[in-house]
């Protein structure tokens, strides 16, 4: 045995029997609690972007295609609308496509980073790859950073719906829809999140959402072929296009945007280990086609709709433009079609860590845990969906949420990576290359400095924001 599998061993056991566990108790009430068809079947769908799940099975192995499209589904998602909208708040189009390749470069390095490691040290998922290598400390910030970033982008998906609602109820009723009281955002959203999306959330299995991934990659395409072709059809007023940032704080006001946008990290350990041919240069081949996808929807939706409205623009694109548009009215349908079934999907992974971080802290057995089980999904999802959507009527608009995850995805993107590489780089005997050693370490530090960074500097301009009144309520109608 080599000293990566000595090192990965211990930390495995130790993290569990600090909590008074072995994992073979965990893994019998893993296996017990969720059952080996449902495991199977949920694959599919949390590859796109929950760990806690294995991918798809390893005899038969995910062809470059498959891992190529669930990275690109891990990518595009809500974050879409608000692009537009930041790369005009960081100075214009050139300044957005800039930051997007910085970013799209850092971000497919820390995926080869983690696949990496993943290897080392033979383990599958974002959370085990962080635990393993960095220390059970490490694995429970990881876990509590995943739980934030889910929730704060289910938190996101209510948002978008009240605001493409808000545009049906506009087209149907008029500007004054909202004095009818069953037509205001609250109740709208309220009404919609509680009858769709929550019965959605309760149940174990996710197995029949396994279709979700395809509607959401095509309202996503759909919404970005809207966005460009209505350009070219004009009919909006000439827009005041923002060339230049006016300060130089201003170019970072893309980055939570590209951050939130970017972030698939979570989902690439497992679609890593579920390949077909598992090797750095598959994956490489496979980062490279999913990130050129990934960038040309981003551009081409955050181009044209800067161009279309420019400063003027909202944080949700698709609501800067008429009501009566059927053709936007079809993409507003696509989307929260598919806001309304990947919301579970998140707060499937959330719950997932929080009930198995739960399990280790309370200490429970193979026979409490499943007997307990029902009881903890229902008050997990209940508490869950609460207050996201509590949250969502409270919040203003999806810029001030993404400008939060925004920096807590930079976490994934960087931080973890990091400190990944240089525990990695540590732990393994010297090599003979000792240029190549110090080179890891101080791509290690610089990932862990900048991701700190981005971190704190997206938390305070956003609690700025929102103290000067930037991040103000801006609904279609608003009843005094």
Known sequence: MSIQEDISSARRASAYESFGETPANVATASTESTGDHAAEDNSVIVLKSCPQIQASRRERGTPL?????????????????NFPAAFQGAGGNAVGVSMEVIFLVFGAVAALIMAYCSDLFRVSTYQDVVQTVCGHNFGILCDLAIILYTFGTCITFIIIVGDQVDKVMQWAAGVDFCYHWYMNRKFTMSVISILI???????????????ASFL??????????????????????TADVVTSPKTFTDVFI?????????????????????MRKRNLGSLSVV??????????????????????????????????????????????AALT??????????????????????????????EDNLRQEF?????????????SLFFAIMIPNIGLVISVIGGLAAVFIMVFPGFCLIQAVLLQQPSDNVHKDRALLVLGVLYVFLGTLILGENTALAIIDDMNGK??????CTVP
Request: positive net charge; contains cysteine.
């Open 337 to 366: 079609l598919d806001i309304l079934t990947s919301y579970p999907i998140l707060h499937f992974c959330g719950r997932t860590v929080l009930d198995g971080f739960y399990v280790r802290w309370r200490r429970l057995s193979a």
């Open 471 to 476: 991040n103000s309520l801006k609904q279609i």
């Open 375 to 387: 009881v903890r999904r229902v008050v997990q999802t209940m508490a869950w969906f609460w207050l």
């Open 216 to 237: 959401g990659v095509a309202s996503i395409l759909y919404v970005t072929v809207i966005v460009s072709v209505k350009y070219y059809i004009g009919g909006y007023p």
């Open 254 to 274: 893309a980055v939570p945007t590209v951050c939130f946008g970017f972030q698939y990290h979570i989902s690439a350990v497992p679609v890593y280990a579920s």
């Open 65 to 81: 295609a498959g891992a190529v499209f669930i990275v690109v589904n891990a990518c595009l998602g809500a974050g879409l609308l």
């Open 197 to 211: 999306i929550l019965p959605l959330c309760i149940p174990k299995d996710i197995g029949f959402q396994k279709y």
């Open 287 to 332: 980062m490279f086609f999913a990130m050129v996808i990934a960038m040309l929807v981003y551009t081409v939706t955050g181009v044209y709709g800067g161009l279309t409205f420019g400063s003027s623009v909202t944080s949700d694109v698709l609501l800067s433009y008429d009501a009566n548009d059927i053709s936007v009215t079809i993409g507003r």
